[in-house]
Antibody, heavy 120, light 109 residues
Framework: QVQLQESGPGLVKPSQTLSLTCTVSGGTIISGGYYWAWIRQHPGSGLEWIGCITYSGTTSYNPSLKSRLFITADTSNNQFSLKMNSVTAADTAVYYC?????????????WGQGTTVTVS | EIVLTQSPGILSLSPGERATLSCRASQSIAGNYLAWYQQKPGQAPRLLIYGASNRASGIPDRFSGSGSGTDFTLTITRLEPEDFAVYYCQQYASSLKFTFGPGTKVDVK
């Protein structure tokens, strides 16, 4: 059973770069038909899609965040990562990684537990 | 960009009652690439429905999804105590782009 686990600093200073990693266990990120996504949730708010990467490295980003984002995949360690630069207090949120399954109409069927990032 | 609107914002019901949640898209969603998620406080979202009407693995049959084009519905036939939560719809456009609706909170009346 595939599991995802986010890791990274819980506190980031304004103007610095937020760096998070999602480690995939019980499966491999190079599996065909799956994509790997980042989503965030501001305190008391809904879900915001951040971006997505395929195992081959093709990326797609939320247009509103695109200029600050960089998502990469590390197939040797079965991980994918998010970097967001020039963070502000508005980037304080719970960050989730998730697996997208193409066969299931591009739904997000597996999620990490989420990690809280505070910008202060 | 397709914008999703969910209604109502809050749905106050009693256990055993039927819940009907709406998700409306600003443009037609091709291929029924529409999913529903349940989120409880302090937890990650959980996939309930994909492809507008397909239940995800392990989801009880009291949950059902319907709709096409721009109007989609999540129905919970008889609310169990564990069903009181926030529900989100999500759509997939082409080129790996996704959007979520703002959510509907189902709370105890």
């Amino acid at each position: 059973q595939v599991q995802l686990q986010e890791s990274g600093p819980g506190l980031v200073k304004p103007s610095q770069t937020l760096s998070l990693t999602c480690t995939v266990s019980g499966g491999t990120i190079i599996s065909g038909g799956y994509y790997w996504a980042w989503i965030r949730q501001h305190p008391g708010s809904g879900l915001e899609w951040i971006g997505c990467i395929t195992y081959s490295g093709t990326t797609s980003y939320n247009p509103s965040l695109k200029s600050r984002l960089f998502i990469t995949a590390d197939t040797s360690n079965n991980q994918f990562s998010l970097k967001m630069n020039s963070v502000t207090a508005a980037d304080t949120a719970v960050y989730y990684c998730a697996r997208v399954r193409e066969l299931h109409y591009y739904s997000l069927g597996v999620w990490g537990q989420g990690t809280t990032v505070t910008v202060s | 960009e397709i914008v999703l609107t969910q209604s109502p914002g809050i749905l106050s019901l009693s256990p055993g009652e039927r819940a009907t949640l709406s998700c409306r898209a600003s443009q037609s969603i091709a291929g029924n690439y529409l999913a529903w998620y349940q989120q409880k406080p302090g937890q990650a979202p959980r996939l309930l429905i994909y492809g507008a009407s397909n239940r995800a693995s392990g989801i009880p049959d009291r949950f059902s999804g319907s709709g096409s084009g721009t109007d989609f519905t999540l129905t919970i036939t008889r609310l169990e105590p564990e069903d009181f939560a926030v529900y989100y719809c999500q759509q997939y456009a082409s080129s790996l782009k996704f959007t979520f609706g703002p959510g509907t909170k189902v709370d105890v009346k």
